[in-house]
Antibody, heavy 118, light 111 residues
Framework: EVQLVESGGALVQPGGSLRLSCAAS????????MRWVRQAPGKGLEWVAN????????YYVDSVKGRCTISRDNAKNSLYLQMNSLTVEDTAVYYC???????????WGQGTLVTVSS | QSALTQPPSVSGSPGQSVTISCTGT?????????VSWYQQPPGTAPKLLIY???NRPSGVPDRFSGSKSGNTASLTISGLQAEDEADYYC???????????FGTGTKVTVL
């Protein structure tokens, strides 16, 4: 059974940093692109970042470029999102998702809440 | 980076059909069949309903169907059921700097 479990969400002050983690199991992690998607309270889904199987290609939404870094450790079956210079606009539930066939996100984690507030 | 455009809400009675549109551009929906649809009941994570415009993953009822014409993709729910009440999102690959984009979301209400 495919499982994605996010962790690392917390209350952080504006300007602070946070590292989110996603533990994957039930599939060959190193064979799939992975992504982060976020959802602000009461708002829609927003794609945040994608990373290729070997980490050699990464893509980001404009609003996080230069502030966030997506990475992975295939030996640990884990995906990460390092977020710096956080603003209140980064407040959201952050989902880890597997990119399956044809760019679809076929499996999702339960999400981890990041709250940026003073 | 603009989101794909969806109607904020649609509604229907049990047994009826509803269709949700998803309008993009020639950089995304119009040029690629990498369109997918997701269902998100309140308080839960999204679930994949349709991928590559028309394909259903195993376990998704055939009441859900997808199509595309030009820059607009559509999701049709036939034989609407109470359990279909949820938010629905489309998404697409984009050849612009956006790379990947979601729709604005549509709330489906079963009357």
């Amino acid at each position: 059974e495919v499982q994605l479990v996010e962790s690392g969400g917390a209350l952080v002050q504006p300007g602070g940093s946070l590292r989110l983690s996603c533990a994957a199991s039930g599939f060959t992690f190193s064979s799939y692109w992975m992504r982060w998607v976020r959802q602000a309270p009461g708002k829609g889904l927003e794609w945040v970042a994608n990373i290729k199987q070997d980490g050699s290609e990464k893509y980001y939404v404009d609003s996080v470029k230069g502030r966030c870094t997506i990475s992975r450790d295939n030996a640990k079956n884990s995906l990460y999102l390092q977020m710096n210079s956080l603003t209140v606009e980064d407040t959201a539930v952050y989902y880890c998702a597997r990119e399956g066939y044809s760019y679809a996100s076929d499996y999702w984690g339960q999400g981890t809440l990041v709250t940026v507030s003073s | 980076q603009s989101a794909l455009t969806q109607p904020p809400s649609v509604s229907g009675s049990p047994g009826q059909s509803v269709t949700i549109s998803c309008t993009g551009t020639s950089s995304d929906v119009g040029s690629y069949n990498r369109v997918s649809w997701y269902q998100q009941p309140p308080g839960t994570a999204p679930k994949l309903l349709i991928y590559e415009v028309t394909n259903r993953p195993s376990g998704v009822p055939d009441r859900f169907s997808g199509s595309k014409s030009g820059n607009t993709a559509s999701l049709t729910i036939s034989g609407l059921q109470a359990e279909d009440e949820a938010d629905y999102y489309c998404s697409s690959y984009s050849s612009s700097s956006t790379h990947y984009v979601f729709g604005t979301g549509t709330k489906v209400t079963v009357l």
